[in-house]
Protein backbone atom coordinates (compact mmCIF):
# COMPACT_ATOMS: atom_id res chain seq x y z
CA UNK A 1 0.00 0.00 0.00
CA UNK A 2 1.22 3.11 -0.99
CA UNK A 3 1.77 5.63 2.19
CA UNK A 4 -0.54 8.86 0.57
CA UNK A 5 -3.35 7.70 -1.90
CA UNK A 6 -5.22 10.09 -3.52
CA UNK A 7 -7.93 9.89 -6.45
CA UNK A 8 -5.97 11.19 -9.63
CA UNK A 9 -9.21 13.05 -11.11
CA UNK A 10 -9.51 15.11 -13.18
CA UNK A 11 -12.94 16.51 -10.90
CA UNK A 12 -14.30 18.73 -14.10
CA UNK A 13 -16.81 21.11 -12.07
CA UNK A 14 -18.80 24.22 -12.92
CA UNK A 15 -18.11 27.56 -10.87
CA UNK A 16 -20.09 27.73 -7.82
CA UNK A 17 -20.03 24.01 -7.22
CA UNK A 18 -19.08 22.20 -4.10
CA UNK A 19 -15.98 19.83 -4.44
CA UNK A 20 -14.47 17.47 -2.22
CA UNK A 21 -11.31 15.64 -2.51
CA UNK A 22 -10.30 12.59 -0.31
CA UNK A 23 -6.90 10.89 0.91
CA UNK A 24 -5.62 7.84 2.78
CA UNK A 25 -2.61 7.66 4.17
CA UNK A 26 -0.67 4.14 5.69
CA UNK A 27 1.46 4.93 8.66
CA UNK A 28 -1.14 5.34 11.61
CA UNK A 29 1.68 7.40 13.97
CA UNK A 30 1.51 9.87 11.27
CA UNK A 31 1.80 12.87 12.70
CA UNK A 32 1.28 16.10 10.65
CA UNK A 33 -1.12 16.50 7.64
CA UNK A 34 -1.22 19.32 5.18
CA UNK A 35 -3.06 19.77 1.89
CA UNK A 36 -0.86 21.60 -1.31
CA UNK A 37 -1.59 23.37 -4.15
CA UNK A 38 -0.07 23.07 -7.11
CA UNK A 39 -0.69 25.09 -10.29
CA UNK A 40 0.62 24.01 -13.36
CA UNK A 41 4.27 23.73 -14.25
CA UNK A 42 4.80 25.85 -10.65
CA UNK A 43 6.11 25.04 -7.72
CA UNK A 44 3.94 23.64 -4.90
CA UNK A 45 2.60 25.66 -1.85
CA UNK A 46 0.45 25.42 1.61
CA UNK A 47 -2.77 25.46 1.12
CA UNK A 48 -3.67 24.38 4.71
CA UNK A 49 -2.77 22.06 7.62
CA UNK A 50 -5.10 19.60 8.74
CA UNK A 51 -6.19 19.37 12.41
CA UNK A 52 -7.82 16.58 13.92
CA UNK A 53 -11.05 19.34 15.32
CA UNK A 54 -10.76 19.72 11.27
CA UNK A 55 -10.54 23.43 10.59
CA UNK A 56 -11.86 26.27 7.90
CA UNK A 57 -9.92 28.62 6.11
CA UNK A 58 -12.99 30.52 4.00
CA UNK A 59 -14.12 28.69 1.56
CA UNK A 60 -11.83 25.52 2.08
CA UNK A 61 -12.60 23.40 5.11
CA UNK A 62 -10.08 20.21 5.85
CA UNK A 63 -10.95 16.97 8.15
CA UNK A 64 -8.73 14.45 9.49
CA UNK A 65 -10.28 10.92 10.65
CA UNK A 66 -7.54 9.00 12.54
CA UNK A 67 -9.36 5.69 13.13
CA UNK A 68 -9.82 5.44 9.43
CA UNK A 69 -6.65 7.25 8.14
CA UNK A 70 -8.59 9.70 6.06
CA UNK A 71 -8.08 13.37 5.29
CA UNK A 72 -10.61 15.60 3.54
CA UNK A 73 -10.85 18.97 1.58
CA UNK A 74 -13.87 20.76 0.71
CA UNK A 75 -14.01 23.65 -1.61
CA UNK A 76 -17.37 25.59 -1.56
CA UNK A 77 -18.12 28.07 -4.68
CA UNK A 78 -15.83 26.75 -6.56
CA UNK A 79 -14.10 29.56 -8.32
CA UNK A 80 -12.13 29.53 -11.64
CA UNK A 81 -8.62 30.15 -9.74
CA UNK A 82 -9.08 27.41 -7.60
CA UNK A 83 -8.57 25.20 -10.93
CA UNK A 84 -4.81 23.42 -9.75
CA UNK A 85 -3.93 19.77 -8.40
CA UNK A 86 -3.97 19.38 -4.82
CA UNK A 87 -1.62 17.33 -3.23
CA UNK A 88 -2.47 15.83 0.33
CA UNK A 89 1.08 15.69 2.65
CA UNK A 90 1.74 13.66 5.36
CA UNK A 91 4.96 13.64 7.94
CA UNK A 92 6.51 9.86 8.07
CA UNK A 93 7.69 8.64 11.36
CA UNK A 94 10.81 6.88 10.69
CA UNK A 95 13.97 7.38 12.80
CA UNK A 96 15.64 10.93 11.26
CA UNK A 97 12.46 11.82 9.18
CA UNK A 98 10.92 14.39 11.38
CA UNK A 99 9.97 17.36 9.46
CA UNK A 100 10.33 15.11 6.00
CA UNK A 101 6.67 15.00 3.85
CA UNK A 102 5.53 12.72 1.78
CA UNK A 103 3.41 13.88 -0.95
CA UNK A 104 0.32 12.11 -2.82
CA UNK A 105 0.30 11.87 -6.08
CA UNK A 106 -2.19 15.18 -6.53
CA UNK A 107 -5.86 15.41 -7.53
CA UNK A 108 -6.42 17.54 -10.40
CA UNK A 109 -9.08 20.25 -10.43
CA UNK A 110 -10.54 22.12 -13.45
CA UNK A 111 -13.27 24.33 -12.48
CA UNK A 112 -15.70 25.86 -16.38
CA UNK A 113 -17.33 29.02 -16.32
CA UNK B 1 13.11 38.58 -4.66
CA UNK B 2 12.12 35.04 -4.45
CA UNK B 3 13.16 33.19 -1.41
CA UNK B 4 14.07 30.16 -2.54
CA UNK B 5 16.17 30.86 -6.08
CA UNK B 6 16.97 27.23 -8.68
CA UNK B 7 19.31 27.80 -11.30
CA UNK B 8 19.05 26.96 -14.42
CA UNK B 9 15.35 26.73 -14.83
CA UNK B 10 15.49 24.58 -17.86
CA UNK B 11 18.38 22.33 -19.27
CA UNK B 12 18.94 20.28 -21.88
CA UNK B 13 21.85 17.91 -21.60
CA UNK B 14 23.29 14.83 -23.45
CA UNK B 15 23.25 11.41 -21.91
CA UNK B 16 26.25 11.12 -20.10
CA UNK B 17 26.99 14.65 -19.12
CA UNK B 18 27.55 15.82 -15.43
CA UNK B 19 24.97 18.60 -14.45
CA UNK B 20 24.52 20.29 -11.58
CA UNK B 21 21.37 21.97 -10.27
CA UNK B 22 21.50 25.02 -7.78
CA UNK B 23 19.57 25.86 -5.05
CA UNK B 24 19.74 29.35 -3.18
CA UNK B 25 17.69 30.33 -0.54
CA UNK B 26 17.25 34.04 1.80
CA UNK B 27 14.46 32.46 4.63
CA UNK B 28 17.61 31.27 7.19
CA UNK B 29 15.94 28.04 7.38
CA UNK B 30 18.77 25.00 8.27
CA UNK B 31 16.48 22.26 6.49
CA UNK B 32 17.11 21.86 2.74
CA UNK B 33 15.52 19.15 0.20
CA UNK B 34 15.60 18.24 -3.67
CA UNK B 35 12.69 16.33 -4.94
CA UNK B 36 11.98 15.48 -8.34
CA UNK B 37 8.73 15.21 -9.74
CA UNK B 38 7.41 13.21 -12.65
CA UNK B 39 3.82 12.65 -14.41
CA UNK B 40 1.76 10.33 -12.76
CA UNK B 41 4.61 9.62 -9.89
CA UNK B 42 4.14 12.34 -8.26
CA UNK B 43 6.77 14.28 -5.58
CA UNK B 44 9.68 12.18 -4.65
CA UNK B 45 12.37 12.77 -1.91
CA UNK B 46 16.07 12.65 -3.58
CA UNK B 47 18.38 13.94 -1.07
CA UNK B 48 17.66 15.81 2.54
CA UNK B 49 20.00 18.07 4.31
CA UNK B 50 18.79 19.05 8.22
CA UNK B 51 21.85 21.35 8.13
CA UNK B 52 25.45 21.91 6.72
CA UNK B 53 27.25 19.45 8.02
CA UNK B 54 24.02 16.44 7.87
CA UNK B 55 23.44 14.70 4.57
CA UNK B 56 21.04 12.48 3.98
CA UNK B 57 19.54 10.22 0.91
CA UNK B 58 15.96 10.09 0.54
CA UNK B 59 13.64 7.82 -1.58
CA UNK B 60 15.60 7.97 -4.95
CA UNK B 61 19.06 8.73 -4.16
CA UNK B 62 20.76 6.11 -7.26
CA UNK B 63 22.32 8.54 -9.67
CA UNK B 64 22.41 11.78 -7.72
CA UNK B 65 24.58 13.70 -5.62
CA UNK B 66 24.51 16.63 -3.49
CA UNK B 67 26.77 19.74 -1.77
CA UNK B 68 25.76 21.65 1.30
CA UNK B 69 27.99 24.55 0.68
CA UNK B 70 26.21 26.67 3.28
CA UNK B 71 23.01 27.43 5.18
CA UNK B 72 21.69 29.17 2.34
CA UNK B 73 23.47 26.69 -0.51
CA UNK B 74 22.41 23.30 -1.83
CA UNK B 75 23.44 22.02 -5.16
CA UNK B 76 22.71 18.21 -6.53
CA UNK B 77 24.40 16.42 -9.26
CA UNK B 78 23.80 14.26 -11.65
CA UNK B 79 27.24 12.58 -12.24
CA UNK B 80 26.07 10.82 -15.73
CA UNK B 81 23.12 12.12 -16.74
CA UNK B 82 20.21 9.26 -18.99
CA UNK B 83 17.27 9.79 -20.23
CA UNK B 84 15.30 8.69 -17.15
CA UNK B 85 16.44 11.47 -14.87
CA UNK B 86 14.54 13.91 -17.28
CA UNK B 87 11.88 15.48 -14.83
CA UNK B 88 10.77 18.32 -12.41
CA UNK B 89 13.14 18.91 -9.85
CA UNK B 90 11.96 21.34 -7.23
CA UNK B 91 14.49 22.45 -4.25
CA UNK B 92 12.86 23.33 -0.94
CA UNK B 93 13.32 24.73 2.54
CA UNK B 94 11.79 24.46 5.90
CA UNK B 95 12.51 25.72 9.06
CA UNK B 96 12.95 23.37 12.44
CA UNK B 97 9.88 22.94 14.30
CA UNK B 98 10.79 24.46 17.62
CA UNK B 99 7.30 24.13 19.59
CA UNK B 100 5.42 21.57 19.82
CA UNK B 101 2.51 21.37 16.77
CA UNK B 102 4.75 23.74 14.74
CA UNK B 103 4.45 23.01 10.92
CA UNK B 104 6.54 21.80 9.06
CA UNK B 105 5.84 24.08 5.69
CA UNK B 106 8.26 23.70 2.99
CA UNK B 107 8.69 26.11 0.72
CA UNK B 108 9.84 25.50 -2.95
CA UNK B 109 11.70 27.41 -5.41
CA UNK B 110 10.33 27.26 -8.74
CA UNK B 111 11.90 24.44 -10.49
CA UNK B 112 14.88 23.36 -12.65
CA UNK B 113 13.26 21.62 -15.55
CA UNK B 114 15.88 19.19 -16.84
CA UNK B 115 15.40 17.26 -20.82
CA UNK B 116 18.25 14.36 -21.14
CA UNK B 117 18.19 13.46 -24.66
Known amino acids: RKEVEQDPGPFNVPEGATVAFNCTYS??????FFWYRQDCRKEPKLLMSVYSSGNEDGRFTAQLNRASQYISLLIRDSKLSDSATYLC??????????????FGKGTKLSVKP | DADVTQTPRNRITKTGKRIMLECSQT?????MYWYRQDPGLGLRLIYYSFDVKDINKGEISDGYSVSRQAQAKFSLSLESAIPNQTALYFC????????????????FGPGTRLTVT
Open chain 1, 27 to 32: NSASQS
Open chain 2, 27 to 31: KGHDR
Open chain 1, 89 to 102: VVTPLYKGSQGNLI
Open chain 2, 92 to 107: ATSDLPRLAGATYEQY
